[in-house]
């Protein structure tokens, strides 16, 4: 264990905050190097290798618990002298960054950008160019509906450095602590992402693809279109019984998850806060015996009834 935690400390600095953290990772590779009875290769750092000056890392955060958050990840944070993060990293995230690195918040919210997209990419670049250390962190992960290659194309044309860190996104993470398999040999063969919130002008979704039984649909940012994407899918043939789940705060302790069929979707999103993640298919079915994540019990919900039948 010694000779672990001695490459641990020079590849990882360590903190209070990330002393636990630490010990548990030094723990579980002491535990597989002596059930293999061999020496273990060595640990070669990639994405988490030292930020250079001026260098961007685009870091995805996961959807909310921080035990979900790469090994890179939490060691390019306490690399930073400036973070970049949205709105929806959660507040146990951001107790991972030291307190002496600027925290600069971008966030977003439906309807609402406080810091337009162009101005984002203004400071990555400026922070980038005055020789900054830079962490840009994004709930999810960065290449799924989070924009990230949009601001790499910024860096790119300016001839800045920067790397990628993926993140789990919140399709799977959220799924699977409200216990929804996102396929399944007897219920779904496929699965599609799809983001409820279309550029101005952008082209409507291809709803007669979409609408099939043996598809699993994740909706990011789709709540306030919810009943959009009813109307769709059911006048493009999908069953109107079919089983739908409103995700609300998926992975934190105060995940909520409202379940109904999809003439309920409209009226479920509509008592969901932000974030929510939208599913729809058979795999729904499977959460009453598959739900294994405990949420604080005084704001879960397994099921909740449309407002219509309030």
Same mark, same amino acid.
């Given at each position: 264990?010694?000779?672990?935690?001695?490459?641990?400390?020079?590849?990882?600095?360590?903190?209070?905050?990330? @002393?636990?953290?630490?010990?548990?990772?030094?723990?579980?590779?002491?535990?597989?190097?002596?059930?293999?009875?061999?020496?273990?290769?060595?640990?070669?750092?990639?994405?988490?290798?030292?930020?250079?000056?001026?260098?961007?890392?685009?870091?995805?955060?996961?959807?909310?618990?921080?035990?979900?958050?790469?090994?890179?990840?939490?060691?390019?944070?306490?690399?930073?002298?400036?973070?970049?993060?949205?709105?929806?990293?959660?507040?146990?995230?951001? @107790? #991972?960054?030291?307190?002496?690195?600027?925290?600069?918040?971008?966030? @977003?919210?439906?309807?609402?950008?406080?810091?337009?997209?162009?101005?984002?990419?203004?400071?990555? +670049?400026?922070?980038?160019?005055?020789? &900054?250390?830079?962490?840009? #962190? @994004?709930?999810?992960?960065?290449?799924?509906?989070?924009?990230?290659?949009?601001? #790499?194309?910024?860096? !790119?044309? &300016?001839?800045?450095?920067?790397?990628?860190?993926?993140?789990?996104?919140? !399709?799977? %993470?959220?799924?699977?602590?409200? %216990?929804?398999?996102?396929?399944?040999?007897?219920?779904?063969?496929?699965?599609?992402?799809?983001?409820?919130?279309?550029?101005?002008? %952008?082209?409507?979704?291809?709803?007669?693809?979409? &609408?099939?039984?043996?598809?699993?649909?994740?909706?990011?940012?789709?709540?306030?279109?919810?009943?959009? +994407?009813?109307?769709?899918? +059911?006048?493009?043939?999908?069953?109107?019984?079919?089983?739908?789940?409103?995700?609300?705060?998926?992975?934190?302790?105060?995940?909520?998850?409202?379940?109904?069929?999809?003439?309920?979707?409209?009226?479920?999103?509509?008592?969901?806060?932000?974030?929510?993640?939208?599913?729809?298919?058979?795999?729904?079915?499977?959460?009453?015996?598959?739900?294994?994540?405990?949420?604080?019990?005084?704001?879960?919900?397994?099921?909740?009834?449309?407002?219509?039948?309030?």
């Amino acid at each position: 264990m010694a000779l672990f935690s001695a490459l641990a400390s020079t590849l990882w600095p360590v903190s209070e905050r990330t @002393k636990p953290w630490m010990t548990r990772m030094v723990r579980t590779l002491t535990a597989l190097w002596q059930h293999s009875g061999s020496t273990p290769a060595p640990v070669i750092p990639v994405v988490g290798q030292p930020l250079r000056a001026g260098e961007v890392a685009l870091v995805g955060a996961g959807p909310g618990d921080v035990e979900l958050l790469t090994v890179a990840a939490v060691n390019l944070l306490q690399q930073a002298d400036v973070v970049v993060y949205d709105r929806l990293v959660s507040p146990a995230i951001l @107790k #991972l960054v030291p307190t002496t690195t600027r925290l600069i918040c971008v966030g @977003k919210a439906a309807s609402f950008h406080s810091v337009p997209q162009s101005r984002i990419n203004e400071i990555l +670049i400026e922070q980038s160019q005055l020789g &900054a250390r830079v962490v840009r #962190l @994004k709930g999810g992960d960065s290449f799924i509906f989070g924009r990230g290659g949009e601001e #790499l194309e910024q860096l !790119a044309a &300016a001839g800045l450095v920067f790397r990628v860190v993926p993140g789990i996104t919140a !399709a799977s %993470g959220c799924t699977t602590y409200a %216990g929804i398999p996102l396929t399944h040999r007897k219920y779904a063969q496929a699965v599609t992402f799809i983001t409820g919130h279309c550029k101005s002008g %952008g082209e409507e979704p291809d709803w007669s693809s979409l &609408a099939v039984s043996n598809h699993t649909l994740v909706i990011y940012m789709g709540r306030l279109e919810a009943q959009r +994407i009813q109307e769709q899918l +059911i006048a493009h043939g999908m069953d109107e019984q079919m089983p739908v789940a409103v995700i609300e705060n998926g992975t934190r302790l105060e995940q909520r998850v409202l379940s109904g069929e999809l003439t309920h979707l409209a009226s479920l999103a509509h008592q969901a806060a932000s974030p929510a993640l939208l599913v729809i298919g058979h795999v729904v079915e499977l959460r009453e015996s598959l739900q294994w994540f405990e949420p604080l019990t005084s704001v879960a919900e397994s099921k909740v009834l449309p407002e219509s039948a309030l």
